[in-house]
């Protein structure tokens, strides 16, 4: 796993979010074998920081930033998208972090 991180990284306060989802070939990590992403997102729904991973890490954590491993399963892709917003349970949700009904 690799994690990257801007100077004044700081996750939500409230419930964390997280932009989770599938390298593509053009994507900064896929070169290196990376595959997929957990982008920890700040209050104001930006990417201050970023985990790649290969998908075969066991156990999926990183050590350098506590994540669920929800979050990590749930960037594998189950809704078909490229990518998406979830919660620390790994369930999908809006922009603002509120579920799908």
């Known amino acids: 796993m690799k994690f990257h991180r801007s100077s004044n990284f700081k996750h939500r306060d409230r419930e964390p979010r997280y932009f989770v989802g599938y390298l593509l070939p053009e994507s900064f990590g896929y070169a290196e074998g990376y ?41 594998f892709g189950r809704s078909g998208n490229p990518g998406d917003y979830v919660n620390s349970a790994g369930e999908i949700v809006d922009f603002n972090g509120r579920p799908f009904e």
């Open 35 to 75: 595959r997929y992403q957990v982008q920890l997102l700040s209050e104001d729904g930006g990417a201050d920081a970023v985990i790649l991973f290969r998908g075969e890490e066991a156990p999926l954590q990183c050590m350098d930033y506590p994540v669920p491993e929800a979050v990590f399963r749930a960037a």
